[in-house]
């Protein structure tokens, strides 16, 4: 039986994905924007079955980034293989709204895909999306979206091209504007390949919403002119809005050692009837061919993502399935599942050791702050699942509150929290948000909250689809807290974003995460308030 890739290879918020061979192993590196440590790397040796591996960019000489906004921070990082090095290029974005872009651009490298990586080597903040070409003659490019504020006639002003000097570690000569993209527009995300005495060039465009596409030029020369692929574009689900993976763009390609080539991209799937994505823009793959013309297109129908794709021939390689259940213990520190928002000092944020067998929060700012909240997540991976955490604190005021959290960004989320109020005394409230934009309030799911005991307290939360429901442990048994809760705002769409018409139906483009689910702690009085969670568990439950 021909072994297949299921699509998506890396399900959840999964998003720009760069990936690389290095040997018999197979590397992908995507976006983490605002969660930290920065870039998330997956591992394969058969293209089928993937594994996170590592986060490179995690601690405060790589990486800071606190105050940066919502969808902001870690951009399209780019990683390769050459002269025995991992290079990774990546941006740090310090604003996207309006006019102006903050984004500032680096490289660090590895002898190891575990490391160690290096302090950065600053590249430039011209734009963002940078990636390394490099070329069979030993020189190093660096590449990027050139962002214009000026709009004349667009922001996305190109692609530009600098070589890198890799003695001097500064990006040295000339700056060419290499390409200005395709019709459809708003070119970004560039990667550069040769082959047969061409370059190629695939950039995103279209936006990373349903107009999203992979664009493909070649030329003789490196710095151009660039020629449109014959059909503008090899991957893109704008043509097919019946289409599974939707979104479909921002690519990268590999080569198999048998000369197999497989390219990787952006997807997402929103909500059956829906234009929301509650898991973000995922990583998907496709096999792809050589034209007897030099130019690459799927293998199959033209530019839709298909959700399952022939796998090469390469031995299975399995990997142990992630658990369901997450203890915490210091010596093997937080489980590589999970991640927190901005700060490179988690210290200040969470500790394995102050409560053995524990994971402590200590509470900081309120839920959505850009610099210092206390909250430990990981992503959603499923469109539907449960996931349960035991929490013990003592809040001595309604300004104190630690529990279970359903998170987007500061303007979307869903909180069951143990907090105080004046008549009730220690006791369980919801907080939620659903994405208003841009005054969104915190709204409470209880009109009285409920008193609970001193002592430890099960949360546990069930999502199906677009619907979130709250649950406690009372008696030794679950029961139903609060109202349904819309978990469909929890998504790229929701909120936030310019909004772009359709089929019918608005949808925003200006968020670029995904729905994650964990534990918080906050103590807007800045007693940092200590919450201790035992176990964290999260169970999908893949659709029939």
Not at 129 to 157: A, C, E, I, Y
Not at 200 to 208: F, H, K, N, R, S
Not at 382 to 396: I, L, N, Q, S
Request: charged share 20%; hydrophobic share 35%; aromatic share 12%.
């Amino acid at each position: 039986m021909t072994p297949v890739i299921r699509n998506p290879i890396l399900p959840g918020f999964n998003a720009d994905p760069s990936i690389c061979r290095a040997g018999d192993d197979y590397y992908i590196a995507v976006s983490t924007f605002e969660w930290y440590p920065g870039v998330q790397i997956h591992h394969s040796r058969d293209l089928v079955n993937w594994r996170l591996v590592t986060r490179p960019l995690n601690r405060a000489s790589q990486l800071d980034m606190r105050g940066d906004p919502d969808s902001c921070g870690i951009w399209a990082p780019c990683l390769t293989y050459s002269d025995g090095l991992f290079w990774l290029v990546y941006t740090d974005v310090k604003r996207k709204s309006g006019s102006f872009k903050d984004a500032h651009n680096y490289v660090v490298t590895a002898p190891s895909i575990e490391g160690p990586w290096s302090d950065p080597v600053y590249m430039n903040s011209s734009g963002f999306d940078p990636s390394f070409f490099h070329d069979d003659d030993g020189r190093k490019w660096h590449v990027n979206l050139l962002w214009d504020h000026r709009g004349r006639p667009s922001r996305f002003g190109g692609i530009v091209l600098q070589e890198y000097d890799p003695v001097e570690k500064k990006l040295v000569g000339p700056i060419s504007n290499i390409f200005k993209g395709s019709p459809l527009g708003l070119a970004e995300g560039p990667h550069l390949y040769k082959r047969d005495g061409w370059y190629y060039l695939i950039v995103a465009e279209g936006g990373t919403g349903y107009s999203h596409a992979v664009t493909m030029a070649r030329s003789r020369n490196l710095t151009g002119p660039y020629e449109l692929h014959p059909d503008t574009h090899v991957v893109t689900s704008r043509f097919h809005p019946d289409a599974t993976l939707q979104r479909g763009g921002h690519g990268d390609f590999v080569e198999t050692p048998d000369g197999g080539t497989y390219m990787v991209h952006l997807c997402s799937r929103p909500l059956p009837g829906l234009y929301r994505s509650v898991l973000g823009r995922e990583t998907s793959i496709q096999k792809c061919v050589w034209g007897d013309d030099g130019w690459l297109r799927l293998d199959g129908e033209k530019f839709v993502p298909q959700d399952e794709v022939t796998a090469p021939n390469l031995p299975a390689h399995p990997f142990p399935a992630e658990p369901e259940r997450y203890e915490f213990n210091q010596d093997k520190g937080l489980p590589l599942a999970f991640q927190w928002l901005r700060s490179p000092y988690p210290e200040r944020l969470f500790s394995l050791t102050e409560c053995p067998g524990h994971l402590r929060l200590f509470g900081r700012e309120s839920i959505g702050s850009w610099f210092e909240q206390s909250l430990v997540a990981r992503r959603q991976t499923d469109f539907d699942y449960d996931a349960e955490t035991e929490v013990d604190c003592d809040p001595t005021s309604h300004l104190q509150m630690a529990g279970l959290i359903a998170y987007y960004n500061r303007f979307a989320y869903h909180y069951l929290c143990v907090s105080h109020d004046e008549k009730a005394g220690r006791s369980l409230q919801i907080f939620y948000c659903n994405g208003q934009w841009p005054n969104g309030m915190t709204m409470l799911g209880l009109d009285n909250p409920i008193s609970v005991p001193d002592g430890p307290v099960r949360l546990r939360v069930e999502v199906r689809g677009a619907a979130l429901r709250f649950f406690y442990m009372k008696d030794g048994a679950w029961t139903r807290i609060g109202p349904v809760l819309d978990n469909s705002v929890l998504s790229d769409e929701s909120g936030e974003g310019e909004q772009s018409k359709i089929t019918g139906s608005f949808v925003g483009i200006g968020n670029f995460t995904g729905a994650f689910v964990g534990m918080a702690a906050h103590d807007l009085g800045g007693l940092a308030m200590p919450a201790d969670f035992s176990h964290f568990t999260y169970k999908n439950l893949p659709k029939e």
